[in-house]
């Protein structure tokens, strides 16, 4: 008795815009049914969390917490809850390097940081379980889920490609956030390399990566000119030095915001909060005057 063949079929890659970037979603080796299938899942889960999640959209939850907590606690569903609450959750385990509350700082320029320093702070959020609601003790305050949001959208994937016992994929937010499922049609790894930050034919390390997700955070200046700036909310003020953080970890969600806490974190700092963080693979990227790179990891 012979047995037929793994039947091929090509592989599937479309690309939607969501949360500031470009979604490219890469299903190889599925019948283009289902691979389509998959694929409009995936677009409507995270198009429905940005529409929660974005501040850029006025008639979204979080506009709405911006414009009126301040005045009144606002009621969440229980999604939203969930993000409000691990954001606590992380922003207390980075001892206050992750810190969803810098709008007013994102909204200011350098002459206004230490006026609106005040404005910025967890400890100035109060969360409510008995009713899943959020009220600011502050006027003035916001919050941008800029630095979580990708991560919590591919858990979400995570469980969609779980739910459909999808075998590999790989799904990429501009590069910056990308989840590499199950192995390469080709190999027992995705090779996942980091760009050069300012000379975007270069690249500056590879991770080989197998159901992980990938995030990397940078400070300064893209290959384009174009000013990047992660903000320390301790200090209120941009991280000074020209940098990238990437993190590898089986949690999309850990990936995200550890890679934007190291970021602000000094050296003698970070070692105690990546102990919240075991299996990660880190590399840090320090961009010189000589625009030579130093790769660090840990």
């Known amino acids: 008795m012979t047995t037929a063949p793994e039947q091929k079929f090509p592989t599937f890659h479309q690309t939607f815009p969501a949360m500031g970037t470009r979604c490219d979603v890469v299903l190889p080796n599925l019948h283009p049914e289902i691979a389509a299938f998959i694929y409009q899942e995936i677009q409507v889960d995270i198009c429905l969390l940005e529409s929660k999640l974005s501040r850029f959209?006025?008639?979204?939850?979080?506009?709405?917490?911006?414009?009126?907590?301040?005045?009144?606690?606002?009621?969440?569903?229980?999604?939203?809850?969930?993000?409000?609450?691990?954001?606590?959750?992380?922003?207390?385990?980075?001892?206050?390097?992750?810190?969803?509350?810098?709008?007013?700082?994102?909204?200011?320029?350098?002459?206004?940081?230490?006026?609106?320093?005040?404005?910025?702070?967890?400890?100035?959020?109060?969360?409510?379980?008995?009713?899943?609601?959020?009220?600011?003790?502050?006027?003035?305050?916001?919050?941008?889920?800029?630095?979580?949001?990708?991560?919590?959208?591919?858990?979400?994937?995570?469980?969609?490609?779980?739910?459909?016992?999808?075998?590999?994929?790989?799904?990429?937010?501009?590069?910056?956030?990308?989840?590499?499922?199950?192995?390469?049609?080709?190999?027992?790894?995705?090779?996942?390399?980091?760009?050069?930050?300012?000379?975007?034919?270069?690249?500056?390390?590879?991770?080989?990566?197998?159901?992980?997700?990938?995030?990397?955070?940078?400070n300064g200046f893209s290959g384009n000119g174009t000013s990047i700036h992660i903000f320390d909310p301790r200090a209120g003020t941009p991280a000074a030095i020209s940098r990238a953080v990437s993190v590898v970890s089986r949690s999309p969600l850990e990936a995200e915001v550890l890679s934007t806490a190291l970021l602000v974190l000094r050296k003698d700092e970070q070692k105690g909060v990546i102990r919240h963080f075991p299996g990660c693979q880190i590399a840090e990227m320090q961009y010189g005057e000589n625009v030579e790179v130093e790769v660090v990891t840990y």
């Open 57 to 218: 959209q006025t008639d979204s939850p979080i506009s709405e917490i911006n414009r009126y907590a301040h005045e009144r606690a606002i009621r969440v569903d229980l999604e939203l809850w969930d993000v409000l609450t691990t954001c606590r959750h992380f922003h207390f385990i980075t001892d206050g390097a992750f810190d969803v509350t810098v709008l007013p700082l994102l909204q200011k320029n350098q002459a206004r940081y230490a006026v609106e320093k005040p404005k910025s702070g967890f400890h100035h959020v109060e969360l409510n379980s008995a009713d899943m609601s959020i009220r600011f003790t502050r006027p003035g305050m916001g919050l941008d889920l800029g630095g979580i949001g990708k991560g919590y959208a591919l858990e979400n994937v995570k469980r969609i490609l779980q739910t459909h016992n999808i075998k590999r994929a790989l799904i990429s937010f501009g590069e910056s956030s990308i989840m590499a499922w199950g192995n390469h049609p080709h190999g027992d790894h995705w090779p996942v390399s980091i760009r050069h930050m300012r000379d975007e034919k270069r690249w500056v390390h590879e991770f080989e990566m197998k159901d992980q997700a990938l995030s990397t955070s940078a």
